[in-house]
């Protein structure tokens, strides 16, 4: 029975070629062996019987045909437990397997088998090895890239302050001077911001403290401060917003860190849209484990993220298909959206509805006891009211 529940497990867990050969023979040696077994019987019986002998000696040979049944059982259930179910075994581990893990190497294999079993550790010990010394490579690489974009980044607002000085000193006519300091000074605020926000993404990956600094805020004008500080300064842009919000608490975080998991994700949504398209920022209140969350959802169309590349998103250093950045932004998101309890996650689609594709992200943040009531923010419908001086707060 062994044997038999032995091969059952064969046929429900492989599906390798080599596996069903070694069925395939096991089940032809079983039928031969039974019609071998079976045309002696007979002959014997038949001989017996023309001798007068058959009820005497019929018992004697029966039992001898089931003791050699029996050892031939025993023989085939010692090849299949010793050989043909660890290879199963093998087989259905690295199916199932999505990591490198070692095995751990049955008892009583046949020597080969177990051969097999150390050669495979071994083999997994050094792929392993040769994994974390790629991952380490690919590190020391992204932070030399790093390096390099922020000197590069850093010197920029200076080299433009610099050329913005000299061209001032040259001028007499005072309409010229105001002309030139409208056009140059939002480039170099532009990439003021832009160096800030990279060195706060490199401080943040550093950052060990447990400890948070945490005040109560009400989510929409969170919201309303990041839009404005971080998208007036794009004044060639042609954004339409969208704002839902269908929450009923503040939430109690540190607000510089929230303020630049929003800014990251509009900033590389801006990007990725190439300046162009809709962006929509939603709330809602959800229960997680008994405890209130507020989900926000930053969505924008024009842009689509590949799933092969979505889960490598919020790894640091990480970046494709970028002009420019350093890959830790999103990294940064998710290590301050974690440090609040909360998760952040993405999806993106490419349908009839987002030809071009569409980009949502989506994290949580604990929600605080205390109301969010009694205040009430003018959002902008479009980018151009940002730069043109109608992006004011209204409170009521």
Not at 170 to 175: A, C, E, I
Not at 293 to 313: M, Q, R, T, V, Y
Request: glycine fraction near 4%; charge should be positive; charged fraction near 20%.
């Amino acid at each position: 029975m062994r044997a038999i529940y032995n091969v059952k497990i064969l046929e429900s867990t492989s599906s390798s070629p080599i596996i069903y050969k070694i069925l395939g023979t096991f089940f032809a040696f079983w039928m031969v062996l039974s019609l071998f077994s079976s045309l002696i019987l007979l002959g014997v019986l038949q001989d017996l019987s023309l001798q007068g002998t058959y009820s005497s000696s019929y018992g004697n040979f029966f039992f001898i045909w089931v003791f050699l049944s029996i050892i031939v059982h025993f023989l085939l259930w010692i090849l299949l437990r010793n050989s043909i179910s660890p290879l199963v075994q093998l087989i259905t581990h690295f199916k199932n397997s999505e990591t490198l893990q070692e095995l751990e190497i049955p008892k009583n294999l046949s020597e080969e088998i177990t051969d097999l079993f150390q050669i495979l550790n071994k083999s997994i010990l050094n792929l392993k090895a040769l994994q974390e010394k790629t991952i380490e490579a690919e590190k020391n690489a992204a932070i030399a890239l790093t390096i390099q974009l922020l000197a590069h980044d850093v010197r920029q607002p200076f080299l433009m302050l610099q050329t913005i000085l000299k061209t001032l000193s040259l001028q007499k006519d005072m309409t010229q001077i105001n002309n030139l300091i409208k056009t140059l000074v939002p480039q170099v605020e532009k990439n003021f911001q832009k160096v800030n926000g990279m060195l706060l993404d490199v401080m943040e990956m550093g950052y060990h403290s447990e400890k948070l600094v945490l005040e109560s805020i009400c989510p929409e004008k969170l919201i309303f401060s990041v839009v404005k500080e971080n998208l007036q300064i794009y004044n060639n842009t042609d954004i339409t917003f969208i704002f839902d919000f269908s929450h009923k608490h503040k939430i109690r975080v540190n607000i510089s860190k929230i303020e630049r998991v929003f800014a990251n994700i509009l900033l590389n949504a801006l990007q990725a849209m190439n300046f162009s398209g809709k962006i929509w920022i939603q709330t809602r209140e959800v229960l997680i484990e008994k405890n209130l969350f507020i989900e926000f959802c930053i969505g924008n169309n024009n842009s689509f993220i590949e799933n092969e590349d979505i889960k490598n998103l919020f790894n640091a250093f990480f970046t494709k298909a970028k002009k420019s950045g350093t890959g830790l932004g999103l990294a940064a998101a998710e290590k301050i959206v974690q440090s609040h309890g909360g998760r952040i996650w993405c999806q993106s689609v490419k349908n009839d509805l987002y030809k071009t594709g569409m980009v949502e992200f989506y994290f949580t943040i604990l929600a605080s006891e205390e109301l969010a009531v009694g205040k009430k923010l003018n959002f902008p419908t479009h980018s151009s009211e940002l730069y043109q001086n109608k992006f004011e707060r209204r409170i009521i």
